[in-house]
């Protein structure tokens, strides 16, 4: 096979299943017997609107979302679903809680601060992000308590959603489908594609459509969720291939028997992991409590720091690419996505193991 040669331990973009890899390159051929590239279609095809439909479905079924909710395939990364979803839901007089666990969290504070008010409800700040604060007091009376589902860059997730009678704002970018999720506890999800379901370039939210057309201000029409409610996600061109790649790899998903088979799945994986990095005295994990470690994204550190750049040589060597610490954490960090075999996590171990 021409893909996964190597063990992919890169965060992102994007981390897909080798046989979603093939069929995406074959469409890019020829899409379906159209004599057409998956790249030359109009968006306003049968075979395009079909695959639209699909890629909902899927989201619904996979995730249980139920017609409470709208599903949507948008452009402009989680980054712009920072200041959308507060745009969207909270007005000038009302605030919002926040809860504080790493960087893309902080941008989605500042970008809030923009519409309305924002309070800060706990951060974990303090620990360079190294934990998920716990038993988080929460007020009543928000509009919404936004939270990053999982850390990307930090190696830390929350393992149990908070309580609160406000509906949870969700950033999952790094763990959309990695997990069941109480359904009933989220008023928006987002996650930009790029980790866990396809290529950069489409952005997923999922929206309570409840909870919209409350806000005084006007919005500029492509910022208004309703706007790509009522047109399905086409009332402009949206990427037809990253959105066709992320059907299929919710396809994937699906076939190896859905959210649940993920979740048990990616623990066991991430178990291999953390208990060689127990285990093993040359290395320790750099996330502060075992409750806060990330399945998805496995931050270590060398005990002796000269050992840092032997390790990384000796990982490229055993084909184990991308597993260099982000710079403000530094060490290591294997992102270790639904796709993510194990075969690839135990090659890391092994490489562990023999250093
Ligand atoms: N939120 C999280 C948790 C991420 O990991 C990332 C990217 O790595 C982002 C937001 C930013 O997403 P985008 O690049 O789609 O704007």
Known sequence: APYMKKHNFFAGPAIL????????????????????????ISHRSPQFVAVLNEAEALVRELLGVSDDFAVLFLTGGASSQFFVSAMNLLNEDQTAGYIDTG?????????????????????????????IPENIEIPSGLQYVHLTANNT?????????????????????????????????????????????GPAGVTLAIVRKDLLGKVKRTLPTMLDYRTHIAKQSSFNTPPVFPIYVSMLTMRWVKAQGGVEAMEKHNADKAQLLYDEI????????TVANKASRSLMNVTFEPVDEADAQPFLDACEAA???GVKGHRSVGGF??????????????????????F
């Open 17 to 40: 299943p080798a046989p979603v890899l093939e069929q995406a390159a074959a469409a890019v051929s020829d899409f379906e017997g159209m004599g057409l590239s998956i790249l030359e």
């Open 103 to 131: 960087a893309w969290s902080a941008k989605a504070i500042k970008e809030a601060k923009n519409f309305g008010g924002v309070n800060v409800l706990a951060s974990s700040k303090d620990g360079n992000y190294n934990y």
């Open 153 to 197: 860059i930090f190696g830390t997730q929350f393992a149990e959603f908070p309580e609160t009678d406000a509906p949870l704002v969700a950033d999952m970018s790094s763990e959309i489908f990695s997990r069941r999720l109480p359904m009933e506890k989220f008023g928006l999800i987002y996650a930009g594609a790029q980790k866990n379901m």
């Open 278 to 285: 127990d285990r093993n005295p040359k290395f320790r994990g």
């Open 319 to 321: 084909g184990c690419v």
């Open 333 to 354: 960090r294997a992102s270790i996505y639904n796709s993510m075999p194990k075969s690839s996590v135990q090659a890391l171990v092994d490489v562990m193991k023999s």
